[in-house]
């Protein structure tokens, strides 16, 4: 047993009333997250899990068997303080503070050997540095799972296809239209289509900032698949400096029904499907007279 | 010409394309232009750093706000270190695409901004700078 693994089992409980004064006297506490007694034992697990992990001798290699153990404590406690909603910062300082506890009990045990104990602190804090850096890996990784979800939903819930008339079908396309969203819209309607038997489509595009060429060509693409489906398909919410930008790029849209405003679109495939929408002239005597 | 401010943006995945529109944006708001020209500036820019993506996985941007005889614009400048275009001549036509897509790009960006100007061999990299300037003329 070296010296490292020796003063860390022998003065582990020392270690550990240090530590808990350090976290607790630390203005960022957050005992309104966790309890100070969870804290305690969080803290004594992982300083346990830490003792055994150095019997082996190996102070290095973090990725080893050794530590398979210490890094999924530390992963667990990591990843629930994320969403627990602690900051980067409080995470990090839980492995931190661990270290200032050691060296404080190091400083006293070894302060007549000044080589040993200089050895000893460079190879702990090694150690420990390593080990707050999966604190932080695992935080983040926490935090991403969260964004990626969200990007899933996102995507799942900007995409719908609504039925606006017998027949006809709206598709309210917001934000950017990349290959993966196309995919998806061509994919939604195209089923929705079949679904709903339906003979017109309007999509619009009220909602996406800037048409460049790659926009367009998708357009065009969902155009074309509708239109080997037997369906008709209109592009409705063509703002002004869109068009404009549309004619200086080149982007030949003349053989795509194409409107300003989804009213518009709505109202030419009324027209199609032979509908028309009228005011009618109520007489008194039909119910709603006042 | 003066070079009133001036920023540098990496661009190495998809997901860059957006906060960069963004950013040219900002930009054209605060000299003043007006929607059609941010529209045309948005565009172009967002054309040129599709290119730099698809065909040169990425690069990067110089944004400036620029000034000349009282006059104020923004110049974008892509720098990527990709394969190079062989004949840029042939590049600049409407048509023209060797990845399948509708081969607009660089034409068409040059008919939306007021001036442009690419530079690229094949090996070296390509540079395209383009300037829009507030009242787009």
């Known amino acids: 047993m070296d010296l490292t693994s020796q003063l860390l089992q022998k003065h582990k409980k020392r270690i550990l009333e240090i530590w808990m004064q350090n976290q607790l006297a630390d203005v960022m506490l957050r005992d309104d997250l966790m309890t100070n007694d969870e804290l305690r034992r969080q803290s004594e697990e992982l300083l346990e899990a830490l003792a055994r992990a150095v019997t082996s001798g190996n102070l290095d290699n973090i990725y080893s068997s050794d530590y398979e153990q210490i890094t999924e404590i530390l992963s667990d406690i990591s990843i629930t303080r994320a969403r627990q909603g602690f900051s980067p910062r409080e995470t990090g300082m839980f492995v931190l503070s661990l270290k200032q506890a050691i060296n404080a009990v190091y400083e006293q045990e070894l302060s007549d050997k000044p080589a040993e104990l200089y050895r000893e602190i460079s190879t702990i804090n090694k150690l420990l540095d390593n080990l707050s850096i999966i604190t932080f890996e695992t935080y983040i990784k926490g935090r991403e799972e969260v964004i990626l979800r969200q990007t899933d939903e996102i995507n799942e819930i900007s995409t719908p296809v609504i039925r606006v008339w017998e027949g006809i079908l709206a598709l ?44 367009a060509q998708h357009l065009i693409k969902t155009v074309s698949a509708t239109r080997l489906m037997g369906a008709e398909c209109i592009i409705s919410g063509i703002r002004a400096e869109i068009a404009q930008t549309i004619v200086h790029l080149g982007i030949d849209l003349s053989n795509i029904k194409t409107k300003a405003s989804l009213a518009h679109a709505l109202q030419l495939a009324f027209s199609m499907r032979n509908v028309e929408v009228r005011k009618i002239n109520r007489t008194p005597m039909s119910g709603l007279g006042r | 010409m003066i070079v009133l401010t001036k920023d540098t943006m990496q661009i190495l995945r998809e997901q860059d394309v957006v906060p960069f529109r963004n950013r040219v944006r ?112």
């Open chain 2, 26 to 137: 900002e930009l054209a708001v605060k000299i003043g232009m007006s929607l059609v020209n941010q529209t045309k500036l948005i565009t172009a820019a967002s054309e040129l750093v599709r290119n730099m993506l698809r065909y040169a996985n990425g690069g990067k941007v110089i944004l400036e706000i620029i000034s000349k005889s009282a006059q104020s614009g923004v110049r974008l400048t892509f720098v990527d270190e990709g394969p190079g275009i062989a004949d840029v001549k042939q590049a600049m036509q409407d048509g023209f695409s060797t990845g399948r897509s509708l081969g607009l790009g660089l034409p068409g960006t040059k008919r939306l901004v007021n001036e442009f100007d690419i530079k690229s061999a094949p090996g070296q990299g390509t540079t395209v700078m383009i300037i829009h300037w507030k009242n787009g003329r």
């Open chain 1, 172 to 215: 309210p396309i917001i934000g950017t239209l990349d290959s993966a969203r196309t995919q998806i819209v061509m994919e939604n309607l195209l089923q929705e289509i079949v679904n709903t038997g339906s003979s017109i489509a309007i999509l619009d595009i009220s909602g996406v900032p800037a048409v460049d060429s790659l926009v």
